[in-house]
Nanobody
């Protein structure tokens, strides 16, 4: 099982980016999927999460600006980021709770850099 993230980049304050993360492999089902981020010198923190039923939760710092969603095939998770601020600069990681031939495990994507700067 692998998680492949994409969509990061450099954006000006107030701009938008959309991150994507796709799970691949012999997957039986995917439970929750989430995005975390880690800024330099800081601990990794949860940004947003979504369950298989579509329930979501967000860090207070991104509520009203970020939206997490899952694709129709349920193996892809998106993070739409609007009104970006310099403090959103971080490496963003996707995470998923997956049932596969290896049992139930938690997986991480490789990380994608988001830089918000003028």
């Amino acid at each position: 099982v692998q998680l492949q993230a994409s969509g990061g980049g450099l954006v000006q304050p107030g701009g938008s980016l959309r991150l994507s993360c796709t799970a691949s492999g012999l997957i039986f089902s995917i439970n929750a999927m989430a995005w975390y981020r880690q800024a330099p010198g800081k601990q990794r923190e949860l940004v947003a999460a979504i369950t298989s039923a579509g329930n979501t939760n967000y860090a207070d710092s991104v509520k009203g600006r970020f939206t997490i969603s899952r694709g129709n095939a349920k193996n892809t998770v998106y993070l739409q980021m609007n009104s970006l601020k310099p403090e959103d600069t971080a490496v963003y990681y996707c995470n998923a709770d997956i049932w596969s031939e290896a049992g139930r495990n938690n997986y991480w994507g490789q990380g994608t850099q988001v830089t918000v700067s003028s």
